[in-house]
């Protein structure tokens, strides 16, 4: 990318620059603050933090605040740790992310390729469908999900994942498929393939990275969600996010800080690693549900 | 796209064929269908039952009328909830954007290490609010946290307690929500500073313009689009703000960071007061869709043209 504005930079003085960097750096250091201040506090027992200073490093290190919050932690009633509620999160985010991913695809195809009287009308009501505050559907969510049977169930947070994330992936492969060339699909057509082969032969192979963006999407956001996880759960479906919350706010017994710091890492971690490995396409995906959405 | 419908006659006596030209609207129509319900059908539900008299559950066998809206406006854990979220919003946006136009056009003047500086900016990003709420509550905590720190080093007198504080409580969350979305805001405008026309500002240049000119009458008029953009996700996740206040306050000290979310949550599962948090999460709908209609609206129709 050749960056444009840059030109005007190199007209700054030594004294400029050496303020930028100073800025610039500092603010890393703000960035930087709270997750250094989580790792350096889990790994420290509890006395230290208490009475010592929290962006001091451990004088004494200790991984049992680590082992704690995943397998010994009070939660709610049972001392489980936040071993279980991880594999709920799992068990959640792999198919709402893999039935709405492949849902979107498919919409973003007939949208642009097969397109209809009234398809404009479909995409912006889908669209709009994006930025509704879910407060106002969680009423009668938890009604339908009464009704068949699923409330409290990881069935029924899959479904209600996968349904309130259709909106973005249909947006993100909508996108990505209007700037692929038509004329292909045409000509597939006219040799007689059909709607599902022109599909799997022609778009998909070409697809790789928006359905990398919007798997991290959805991953991301579905893995984060507190609000439908706090909604909808029941005793044996409770995600990280809102188990960690309980582990954190609790009422009673010592706050065990370092547990709760170990506990918000393991919560963050898969989100983190997803952004080290491919923050490109993490960055692409915001850009392209905010930009664009 | 009419060239796509031509097609369809050759097909007509042959069934298979026709099944195929369905076949399209039969892929879409789930997914349609399941919007349709979920999110408009809902939308009717909760406006029906914000003029019910519902309580534990939705009740439709009495109706109050706009009574629901009238004691909304009147509850003065409503009207806290209302500044909070003016307060809030309009700190979130401006010192996001603020902070995230200035790291953009930081780094943006041929920095050695920018590879490693933006995605320190932007991790955050990536983490959940309910994280972001722990790590900010601890370290804001004036028992282990930033006062007592200060303290430690010497600065016996150093207090810093706001979390606290019903007055200052709602600013810890300005905080906490700034260090989650700013370094985002910020790679949205380096993008848009990245697609600034050269010819402009060598024209500037060679005119004698200063540095500091020429970003402040061409370059930062240019990026009015992004300041939009940043507008509308911001406002967007302000309106919304749930998760963070949970983590770090759970609308506390007493009612001091209640957000109209948290309202409706509070009100709806914990108060039994179904009708009233049926009309609370409308009014939130009406303040997103003023925001996002109209700039969906030009976003959408610009394109056309």
Redesign the interface.
């Known amino acids: 990318m050749s960056a444009a504005s840059q030109d005007v930079a190199t007209r700054n003085g030594i004294f400029a620059r050496a303020l930028i960097y100073a800025v610039l750096i500092l603010f890393a250091v703000y960035y930087l603050l709270p997750l250094y201040v989580m790792v350096v506090n889990s790994l420290k027992p509890l006395d230290e933090i208490r009475q010592g200073n929290m962006l001091a490093l451990p004088q004494q290190w200790t991984i049992a605040p680590w082992l704690s919050a995943w397998s010994t932690a009070q939660i709610g009633v049972s001392p489980t740790g936040l071993k279980p509620y991880f594999l709920n999160s799992v068990m959640m985010v792999v198919p709402a992310v893999a039935l709405s991913t492949i849902l979107g695809a498919l919409n973003g195809y007939v949208l642009t390729k097969w397109r209809f009287k009234g398809d404009n009308i479909v995409f912006g009501l889908m669209l709009l469908a994006c930025f509704i505050p879910f407060q106002i559907v969680l009423i009668p969510s938890a009604r339908i999900l009464g009704l068949t049977g699923l409330a409290g169930t990881i069935t029924g947070l899959v479904l209600i994942h996968a349904i309130y994330g259709l909106g973005f992936t249909t947006l993100f492969f909508r996108n990505y498929y209007e700037a692929f060339p038509t004329e292909l699909v045409r000509a597939a057509q006219i040799d007689g393939a059909s709607f599902f082969q022109i599909f799997r032969r022609i778009l998909l192979p070409s697809s790789g990275p928006i359905i990398v963006v919007t798997v991290i999407w959805q991953f991301t956001n579905i893995w984060n969600d507190f609000l439908f996880g706090s909604s909808f759960s029941g005793f044996n479906s409770i995600p990280l996010t809102v188990a960690l919350n309980n582990l954190v706010n609790s009422s009673t017994g010592v706050k065990e800080y370092n547990v709760h710091f170990a506990g918000a890492i393991l919560a963050a971690l898969p989100t983190l690693i997803v952004y080290i490995v491919s923050g490109r396409y993490f960055v692409r995906g915001l850009m392209a549900g905010a930009v664009k959405g | ?1 009419a ?3 031509t ?1 369809a006659p050759r097909a007509v006596t042959n069934p298979r064929a026709t099944l ?1 030209d369905l ?3 039969i ?2 129509a ?3 269908a ?3 319900i ?6 009717v ?2 406006a029906f ?1 914000s003029f019910s008299g519902s309580k534990l559950l ?1 009740d439709f066998s009495t109706w109050v009328g706009l009574n629901n809206y009238v004691r909304l406006f009147n509850h003065p854990n409503w009207i806290t909830a209302l500044k909070n979220l003016a307060i809030f919003s309009v700190l979130y946006i401006v010192i996001c954007s603020f ?1 995230g136009l ?2 953009a056009i ?6 050695r290490g920018e590879g490693v ?1 933006r ?21 804001l905590d004036p ?4 006062e ?2 200060m303290q ?2 010497g600065w016996e007198s150093f207090s810093f307690r706001w979390i606290k504080e019903g007055q200052m409580a709602i600013y810890t969350i300005v905080i906490a929500a700034v ?1 989650q979305s700013s ?2 805001v910020m ?2 405008f380096l ?1 848009g ?6 010819e402009i ?2 024209a500037a ?1 060679i005119d004698g313009a200063s ?1 500091l000119t ?2 402040r009458r061409i ?1 930062i008029p240019l990026m009015r689009p992004v300041f939009l ?1 940043a507008f509308v ?1 911001l406002a ?1 996740l302000a ?2 703000s ?2 963070l206040v ?2 770090m306050t ?1 609308g506390g000290p007493g009612t001091a960071t209640w957000t109209p ?1 948290l309202f ?2 509070k009100f ?2 914990g108060r039994n007061e ?1 009708g009233m ?2 009309a ?3 009014i ?2 009406m303040m ?2 003023a925001i ?2 109209p700039y ?1 609206y030009s ?2 129709g610009g394109k056309k043209k």
């Open positions: 796209m060239d796509l419908t097609t195929q076949l399209p609207k892929v879409l789930p997914s349609f399941l919007i349709l979920f999110v408009y059908g809902f939308i539900f909760t039952l939705p902070i200035a790291l930081f780094l943006d003047q041929k920095i500086l995605p320190i900016y932007l991790y955050p990003m990536a983490l959940s609010f309910i994280v972001t709420g722990v790590a900010w509550k601890w370290f028992g282990i946290g930033l007592h720190v430690s080093w260090w370094g985002f790679a949205m993008a500073l990245r697609g600034v026309d050269n500002i060598k240049q540095t020429i970003y370059i953009s996700v967007h309106i919304k749930y998760d949970v983590a759970d979310a409706m949550q709806t599962f179904m948090g049926a609370s999460a409308i939130m709908m997103i869709f996002i209609v969906l976003e959408l």
